[in-house]
C-alpha cells in the first residue's frame, strides 16, 4: 500500500521541479543593422536602405526571402558568406539588382553609383585603401 502512494507523490514532485525551473530564451536582434556585425557602417547603411525590405526573414516577397536572407547571411559560416558574397557581387554588376520590374513601382529603390561602387567593393572582397 505504502509503495502505491509513493509512485504518484514521486511524480508529483518531479513535475513540481520541472515546473519550476527556468528556462533561458535566446533573443535574436532582427534589427536592419544587425546584419554582420563587422559589415563596414557604409555597406549596412546600403543594404538597410535599398535590400533589407525584401531579403529578410518577415519579407512577403517569398522569391527575394529565398534568393538571400540577410538574417540568416549574419549566422551563416564565413565560407557560406563568401559564396553569397560572390552572389551579391555577380548579380550587382549585371544589373541584375534591384529588378527592374520592382524599379518600375520604386524608383526610389534604384542603386546609385555609389551605392553599386560600395555593394561591389565590398561583395568582391576588396579592402578600401
Known amino acids: 500500500m505504502k509503495k502505491l502512494f509513493l509512485f504518484p507523490a514521486l511524480a508529483i514532485l518531479g513535475l513540481l521541479f520541472f515546473q519550476g525551473t527556468p528556462r533561458t530564451a535566446v ?23 535599398k535590400c533589407y525590405g525584401c531579403h529578410n526573414a518577415e519579407s512577403k516577397n517569398e522569391k527575394g526571402k529565398a534568393k538571400l536572407d540577410w538574417d540568416a547571411f549574419e549566422a ?3 565560407s557560406k558568406q563568401m ?17 527592374k520590374k ?28
Not at 544587425?34 to 536602405?49: E, L
Not at 513601382?105 to 585603401?129: F, H
Open 27 to 49: 533573443e535574436v536582434d532582427k534589427s536592419p543593422l544587425a546584419v554582420m556585425p563587422d559589415m563596414p557602417a557604409n555597406v549596412k547603411a546600403v543594404v538597410d536602405q
Open 76 to 78: 551563416s559560416k564565413k
Open 83 to 99: 559564396a553569397v558574397m560572390k552572389k551579391i557581387n555577380e548579380v550587382v554588376v549585371n544589373g541584375d539588382m534591384p529588378p
Open 102 to 129: 520592382y524599379l518600375e513601382n520604386r524608383p526610389e529603390g534604384k542603386l546609385s553609383e555609389a551605392d553599386l561602387a560600395t555593394l561591389t567593393e565590398w561583395s568582391s572582397g576588396k579592402k578600401k585603401k
